[in-house]
């Protein structure tokens, strides 16, 4: 796709290379690879520790189930502002100087957290975590500038695997702490993990030249110009931000729902799912190769289906044995998992090569479509599950995974 002459006049700034970066020489590629899949999972884990620890955090400040279900909205919507209004900050500032100062932030807000009194501050809190988190969303970026063109989605595909078992594997950490040693350790632990990552990527991140000038309302102007001009990341955007919302709901009502009849299970076996999730978070380099070879619209729709079939097959649970409810939920999250991550490898794939020296504010457009599906599915299934229990929230999922993959097939989805 031919770039729009607005965005695509700011490749004049480098005309030779597609970036500039600069930074420790002794630095190895796949030392700097693991870096940031590593510092993506860790800072976008924080957006996730507090769901298996709902069921108990609540009781420990006297706040109603439907106050504590706003955090992980309130954290979803914070992620989406953070790459609504910093992310596309990226292009036009050097991107290691935004990831450091994202980083400290970060770490306060989650002192914060571990401290507060009651469910008001908490709230507040969790705002600031979701939109300091967005350093997730600056590391993949980098990760896809540093790739050569022929390599960018299994470079990408190995940060999105940090990054989504940093979302899995979270809900398996928390779940532990928050039963062993309290919900306030967990975010003490958090953000002890963010300083130390702060501090690997002070020494190990390399510099990057800005790629605009733009001033920042030209540069947030310049979103909507992207948005406009490239049917493919609308189309990217809204079936990513149609899975992000099943993906969502069922992780933030599955701590709820295992912690009611007939299961009344704690937190820790809440978070044990996310085990079973990484099992698909593990299949995302797969996905960029295969991205790479066959193109990216294949493996979209190839995702998109296996999670509505997945979810589809979820909602059968409620009506078997509770041994065996657990079973399906589990090989279902299996498959849901690796349809949308496989599908997210796809899409980044898709935008990152719209227009190269706009990748910052490309990403930001197609990450704010999935955190917003992210907080719409927080909080619409917390309503569906108090409403009309665990077939409503699988069914609302199953719907919206099925609504992505008609968007992939709608013609012209190729353009």
Not at 197 to 212: D, I, V
Not at 251 to 268: D, E, I, K, Q
Not at 314 to 343: C, E, H, T
Request: charged share 10%.
């Amino acid at each position: 796709m031919t770039p729009h002459p607005e965005t695509s006049s700011l490749a004049s700034i480098h005309s030779t290379h597609e970036v500039r970066v600069h930074g420790p020489g002794h630095t190895s590629h796949a030392t700097l690879v693991l870096l940031l899949a590593t510092g993506a999972g860790l800072a976008v884990a924080t957006l996730y520790y507090s769901q298996p620890m709902l069921g108990v955090l609540g009781p420990d400040l006297h706040a109603s189930d439907r106050a504590v279900g706003w955090m992980p909205t309130l954290t979803q919507l914070g992620y989406a502002l953070g790459l609504l209004l910093l992310a596309p900050l990226g292009d036009r500032y050097d991107r290691r100087r935004i990831i450091l100062a994202k980083a400290a932030v970060l770490c306060a807000a989650l002192l914060l957290a571990s401290a507060v009194p009651s469910i008001g501050p908490l709230l507040a809190a969790s705002l600031a975590v979701g939109v300091a988190a967005t350093l997730a969303q600056d590391l993949v970026p980098a990760a896809a500038t540093l790739a050569p063109a022929a390599n960018r989605g299994k470079v990408v595909g190995r940060v999105m695997t940090g990054l989504l078992l940093g979302i899995l594997l979270s809900r398996v950490v928390s779940g532990f702490v928050a039963e062993r040693f309290g919900w306030r350790v967990m975010f003490v632990a958090a953000s002890a993990s963010i300083a130390l990552l702060a501090a690997a990527l002070w020494r190990g991140l390399p510099r990057f030249a800005p790629t605009t000038r733009l001033p920042y309302g030209a540069l947030l102007g310049s979103l909507a110009t992207l948005w406009r001009h490239h049917g493919a990341l609308r189309r990217a955007a809204l079936a990513q931000g149609l899975l992000s919302l099943g993906f969502s709901a069922f992780w933030s009502t599955l701590a709820v729902m295992l912690h009611g009849a007939p299961f009344h299970l704690g937190s820790a076996a809440a978070g044990a799912f996310g085990l079973v999730g990484a099992v698909g978070a593990l299949a995302a380099p797969m996905a960029g190769r295969i991205a790479d070879r066959r193109g990216p619209e294949w493996v979209t729709r190839l995702g998109a289906g296996l999670a509505a079939v997945s979810f589809a097959t979820m909602a059968l649970s409620s009506w078997m044995p509770p041994n065996a409810r657990l079973a399906l939920i589990m090989v279902s999250a299996i498959g849901f998992d690796l349809g949308i991550q496989a599908s997210l490898i796809a899409h980044q794939t898709v935008v990152y090569g719209i227009d190269p020296p706009a990748r910052s504010r490309l990403n930001a457009v197609l990450m704010v479509g999935v955190f917003i599906g992210m907080a719409t599915g927080a909080a619409l299934g917390s309503q569906a599950l108090a409403a009309w229990g665990w077939t409503g929230v699988t069914t609302m999922a199953s719907a919206s995974a099925a609504a992505a993959l008609a968007v992939r097939l709608l013609p012209g989805a190729r353009r």
